[in-house]
């Protein structure tokens, strides 16, 4: 059975690792979406051939050089139907670095040229403190009913969902889904999202690396996103008291429904 890691930062591989990292992922039956966190980092993965790339830009990325960055974002969109990592962070540290208008400025760019694209897109979206603000920029590209955009077809993923219990009803309600990474299941209100939320809008992610990684990281680094992926399935079937097999199953479907 494929195990799909939807979030996985392979722009933070050191360049050396990488080949012997898929290696390593593809012998233990592992796949992953390698999200990016500036556009002109998806280039520099476009030469590797990976099969699942993501044109993204992160909140904390964002610099003065943003509108150089978006403008290699919709020369990259046509050639990946993977989106991320964008998305909106509203904590105080990250506002300090990145004003909420120049973020929503970025995200709405983003989306306007998803909406834009003759592709169908599937998107993975950062909302610490913002998953209403980005719901309510999301909604009116949305058929409420159909879960799909008013042109072509997008799918927002919600990567390690923090929000309220209202906001997670919005976006099962526009056609979402949630990543869960075993983070997410260290809190109270996590488990309980993961437990509530329709198994058939339910994904695997690790967000792994944390941050960029040095030396020959290669072996540790596929060994630490294996387990995660393994253990977030135990979890996940065992708050939903699900077979194992059954929940694997049903990712499996979810993954095939996206196209993945």
Do not use: C
């Not at 077979?243 to 429904?257: I, P, W």
């Amino acid at each position: 059975m494929r195990l799909i890691d939807t979030h996985f930062h392979y722009d933070f591989l050191p360049q050396a690792s990488r080949e012997r990292f898929k290696a390593e992922i593809a012998r233990e039956g592992g796949e992953i979406i390698a999200q990016t966190v500036r556009p002109s980092g998806f280039i520099e993965l476009e030469r590797e051939n990976l099969p699942m790339a993501a044109v993204g830009y992160h909140p904390w990325y964002i610099d003065d050089n943003f509108a150089r960055e978006l403008e290699i974002f919709r020369e990259a969109l046509p050639r990946t139907r993977f989106v991320g990592e964008i998305g909106l962070d509203f904590a105080p540290r990250r506002l300090d670095d990145v004003s909420a208008e120049t973020q929503i400025h970025v995200f709405t760019s983003i989306l306007d040229a998803v909406q834009a694209s003759s592709l169908s897109h599937i998107l993975s979206i950062h909302t610490v403190r913002s998953a209403g603000v980005v719901l309510d920029l999301l909604e009116p590209r949305m058929d409420s009913e159909s879960g799909q955009a008013s042109g072509e077809n997008f799918v927002p993923i919600f990567h390690r969902f923090g929000g309220t219990s209202d906001e997670l009803t919005r976006l099962i309600r526009a056609g979402g889904y949630i990543s869960v990474n075993p983070l997410m299941l260290r809190t109270k209100r996590g488990r309980a999202y993961v437990a509530q939320v329709p198994v058939d809008r339910l994904l695997l992610e690790t967000d792994l690396p944390r941050e960029p990684v040095s030396g020959d990281a290669a072996e540790v680094v596929a060994a630490e996103v294996i387990t995660a992926l393994r253990e977030t399935v135990a979890d996940v079937a065992s708050l939903r008291k699900m077979d194992e097999a059954e929940l694997k199953n049903a990712l499996a479907n979810n993954a095939k429904t996206l196209g993945i």
